[in-house]
């Protein structure tokens, strides 16, 4: 799956292939995706290399091959469809259908990194059975699967499926799914310290990462922990 940034980018050089039969520069491809430096066109060019989307051909200036698109973009469908991670809303399955007393059904949206930001995995991937009594009587909530050891001491372990209540908003020491830059998604413990936002392990192995405001964006609260043995 790509993020919302990746999907565009794809989409902006796909198109200029087309038209001109030569991919934009790195000056364009920043100025259309509206990022504030060359870099971030970097880490996107990138990431869509690892997964098999374009190429880059060696000794040739602007030289970039795509070699598959997402579906979306070989149907001419509606495009990129957001779900949590990307800043959308999930669709509650069966408008969250009781599985059985007390128990409600949550999607799992896919992974969430407790250690170095990675991206999320924007589809339900399943569906889980979470007690009630774990979830805020109004708003949305869903779940992510924990990948990485960077929570250990707040009791959160790899593997775990962390319960998440959508909002956009937290008091500082809240665990919550962070978005950074609207490229990657973490989950950590928010601090805000001014116009700066430290998002802070639990775990001293890892750094505590400091952001502008701008660049950090609330997806979620923690509010419950599932563990399989």
Sequence with gaps: MLTRKQYDLLHFIHNRLQKDGVPPSFDEMKEALDLRSKSGIHRLITALEERG??????HRARAIEIVKLPETLESGGAGFQPAVIDGG??????????????SIELPVM??????????????????IAVPASMLASSGRH????????????????????????????????????????????????????????????????????????????????????????
């Design 142 to 229: 869903y779940a992510l699967e924990v990948k990485g050891d960077s929570m250990i001491e707040a009791g959160i372990n790899s593997g775990d499926i962390v319960v998440i209540q959508e909002q956009s908003t937290a008091n500082n020491g809240d665990i919550v799914v962070a978005l950074i830059e609207g490229e990657e998604a973490t989950l950590k413990t928010f601090r805000r310290r001014g116009t700066t936002i430290a998002l802070e392990a639990a775990n001293p192995a890892y750094e505590t990462r400091l952001y502008q405001d701008h660049q950090v964006r609330v997806q979620g609260k923690l509010v419950g922990l599932i563990r399989t043995y």
């Design 53 to 58: 989307f374009i190429r880059r051909l060696a």
């Design 110 to 127: 896919g992974r969430i990194a407790a250690g170095t930001p990675i991206e999320a995995i924007q589809q339900v991937s399943r569906n």
């Design 89 to 102: 809303r999930p669709e509650r399955p069966a408008a969250a259908l009781h599985v059985e007393v007390g």
